[in-house]
């Protein structure tokens, strides 16, 4: 049974750091790109950053490049994203995923490609 364990979200102030944990368990870590999103209720789930089974390649979206970091570390079957510089709008539910990709060193941003998820870990960020 594939389980993706979130943690380390919570309540900080404009500016403040967090850095958020997913713990795989169930499947070949190494070939599965891995993917953050996030979703405010009543919106769509978006990407936030991705990273190759590697860790050589990654992704992010506009609006945390240069304040967010991704990184992983296949031996712990684990992805950290390190968030910098946080704003009130960063805030929302964040969710780990897992994009089996095999021997391809490929990320791709659309939430259909990920098969499995986590059950997500709330991050708010205070004016």
């Known amino acids: 049974q594939v389980q993706l364990e979130e943690s380390g979200g919570g309540l900080v102030q404009t500016g403040g750091s967090l850095r958020l944990s997913c713990a795989a368990s169930g499947l070949t870590f190494s070939t599965y790109t891995m993917g953050w999103f996030r979703q405010d209720p009543g919106k769509e789930r978006e990407f936030v950053a991705a990273?190759?089974?590697?860790?050589?390649?990654?992704e992010y979206q506009d609006s945390v490049k240069g304040r967010f970091t991704i990184s992983r570390d296949n031996a712990k079957k684990t992805v950290y994203l390190q968030m910098n510089s946080l704003k009130p709008e960063d805030t929302a539910v964040y969710y780990c995923a897992a994009d089996y990709v095999g021997i391809m060193s490929i990320i791709r941003r659309g939430p259909r490609d990920y098969r499995y998820w986590g059950q997500g870990t709330q991050v708010t960020v205070s004016s």
């Open positions: 990273i190759s089974k590697g860790g050589g390649i990654t």
